[in-house]
């Protein structure tokens, strides 16, 4: 049977336009851009469309996240160092009534304390993590099954 079609929001927070130039030792060679590409072939696969977006300003993902009620059925999100400072996407993902995957090309708990803490985690319905560029699909596939779970 044909899975049902769904609209996926992928929201990246500040620097991440920088990748493949940025500490690739930490975040590797890929590109935004290659990323966003692997996303969309992967996507079709699995029956979803997305939106691919990147924002520096944290008012701006919040009013992404605000706006993605009742147009997507789920969000995948790298806040980047918003993650570790803000209660305002915290709130606005509090909001929303979709599944949100949060994701990170590297692996926070491993790097410099102020990394150890997430404000999206506790709203998340969960964290993937370290695996690069590979993250983004992984979350994907995560967000394709609990879909399909929720019928
Ligand atoms: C990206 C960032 O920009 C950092 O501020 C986070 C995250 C980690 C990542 O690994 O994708 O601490």
Request: aromatic share 8%.
């Amino acid at each position: 049977m044909p899975k049902q079609r769904h609209n996926i929001l992928i929201l990246n927070g500040p620097n991440l336009n920088m990748l493949g130039s940025r500490e690739p030792e930490i975040y590797g060679i890929q590109t935004l851009t290659d990323i966003a590409n692997d996303c969309e072939e992967y996507a079709g696969e699995l029956g979803f469309t997305i939106d691919f977006r990147q924002s520096n300003s944290e008012g701006e993902l919040v009013t992404f996240i605000q706006q993605a009620r009742g147009a997507f059925s789920g969000l995948v999100i790298n806040a980047g160092a918003y993650t570790h400072t803000s209660v305002a996407i915290h709130d606005a993902i509090k909001i929303l009534e979709i599944p949100v995957i949060e994701v990170h090309l590297s692996n926070p708990q491993a790097r410099e304390a102020f990394r150890h803490h997430s404000y999206i985690s506790p709203v998340a319905k969960g964290t993937i993590c370290g695996f690069g560029g590979h993250g983004y699909i992984l979350a994907l596939n995560a967000l394709r099954s609990l879909l399909d779970d929720e019928g």
